[in-house]
């Protein structure tokens, strides 16, 4: 790439991490987040958690596979071999493998939370981590105006596909996207101005690992 050109995207780049998010902006940040997420789950907080999101199909695979990666953990499972395929060994590719909730699971997992709560806590950190990251891509990545980065999140979160398809929980898995997103562009910003090569390979392998999990 020519120098000029590359000199004037490091600009473009340099010039998007300008923004510091003031308290005023913070506080709506906050406001919206607390919105969207009573919105999204006011069924559940209204009984307390006693009904929770899913079904008797998929839900009860997604808990599964939550329970499996948690005895993962506790040495107690194979990593590659779910239970309910029992006798047939090596059948973590037969569904969707949930290893990132699963992490996130066994935390509650550990703090004594039943699993079926669990899984619904785990959606609740997705939908956290989708909406943060969001904007987060938005003013601190692309330099997008408050505002329109605040409105852009909501409406990532309340997709409405998403919202009708709640019960497969594994579609929630796209609010890894944005997240995703903000490593690749570190990772490209940092690949061109060639000045912290730590960083440049500090975020590649953060891309990767979030790819490949």
């Known amino acids: 790439m020519p120098n000029g050109i590359t000199e004037m995207h490091n600009s473009t780049l340099v010039q998007a991490d300008k ?9 709506i940040i906050v406001f919206f987040y ?33 329970e499996h990666w948690y005895n993962v953990f506790r040495g107690k499972s194979s990593w590659n071999t779910v239970g309910y395929f029992f006798p047939y060994s090596n059948t973590m ?6 290893f990132l909730y699963g992490v996130i699971s066994s935390i509650f ?11 619904d806590l ?16 938005c003013r601190r990545c692309i330099g ?12 990532f979160s309340l997709g409405n596909n998403l919202i009708i398809q709640s019960g497969h929980a594994q579609l929630i898995s796209v609010a890894f996207s944005p997240l995703l997103a903000i490593f690749l562009y570190r990772y490209i910003t940092f690949l061109y101005s060639g000045k912290n090569k730590i960083k440049t390979i500090l975020f590649g392998c953060l891309s990767g690992l979030l790819i490949g999990s």
């Open 122 to 137: 785990v959606n609740i950190c997705l939908k956290t981590i989708g909406y943060f990251s969001f904007y987060t891509l």
């Open 93 to 98: 590719g037969y569904n969707d493998s949930y």
């Open 109 to 119: 997992r550990y703090l004594g939370i039943d699993l079926f709560l669990s899984a």
């Open 144 to 155: 997008i105006r408050p505002f329109f980065s605040v409105t852009g999140s909501v409406i």
């Open 34 to 66: 607390i919105f969207v997420i009573s919105f999204l789950y006011r069924v559940q907080l209204a009984s307390g958690f006693n009904i929770l999101t899913s079904d008797r199909f998929d839900g009860i695979i997604e808990n599964s596979l939550l």
């Open 19 to 27: 923004p510091k998010n003031s308290l005023r902006e913070i506080l």
